[in-house]
């Protein structure tokens, strides 16, 4: 069964920045998910369960505080990490996604190597 990876962020850039940083994951038979809303992200990790997700908080239809906070407290999924990926770096805000029950915190703009780090780390790469 594939390793999974689903990146939610409604910016097609950054979903594809992200995507092009990550592609070489997909040599060690990683699938990359994208979605570009949080009910779309929702759907997506209802469907294949993914071991990272790497989560905008600004978005339309659904934000990623709410989209983690579905994950990890309605739906249990403990297994599933979630990475919120944000410009809102603020205090109260890195306090509001622990609160939902985000794994890890980066704000944009990120670094590239360190967001590789911590892709490789999770799935264990």
């Given at each position: 069964?594939?390793?999974?990876?689903?990146?939610?962020?409604?910016?097609?850039?950054?979903?594809?920045?992200?995507?092009?940083?990550?592609?070489?994951?997909?040599?060690?038979?990683?699938?990359?998910?994208?979605?570009?809303?949080?009910?779309?992200?929702?759907?997506?990790?209802?469907?294949?369960?993914?071991?990272?997700?790497?989560?905008?908080?600004?978005?339309?239809?659904?934000?990623?505080?709410?989209?983690?906070?579905?994950?990890?407290?309605?739906?249990?999924?403990?297994?599933?990490?979630?990475?919120?990926?944000?410009?809102?770096?603020?205090?109260?805000?890195?306090?509001?996604?622990?609160?939902?029950?985000?794994?890890?915190?980066?704000t944009?703009?990120?670094?590239?190597?360190?967001?590789?780090?911590l892709?490789?780390?999770?799935?264990?790469?």
């Open positions: 069964m594939p390793k999974r990876v689903l990146i939610v962020d409604d910016e097609s850039r950054i979903r594809l920045l992200i995507e092009m940083l990550l592609e070489d994951f997909e040599d060690d038979g990683v699938e990359l998910l994208l979605a570009a809303n949080g009910q779309e992200g929702l759907d997506l990790v209802r469907q294949y369960r993914p071991e990272l997700v790497l989560l905008d908080v600004m978005m339309p239809v659904i934000n990623g505080f709410e989209v983690c906070r579905t994950v990890k407290k309605e739906w249990a999924m403990d297994d599933v990490t979630i990475v919120l990926l944000t410009a809102k770096g603020q205090r109260q805000d890195l306090q509001q996604g622990e609160e939902v029950g985000a794994d890890s915190y980066m944009k703009p990120f670094n590239p190597d360190e967001l590789l780090a892709v490789s780390r999770v799935l264990n790469l």
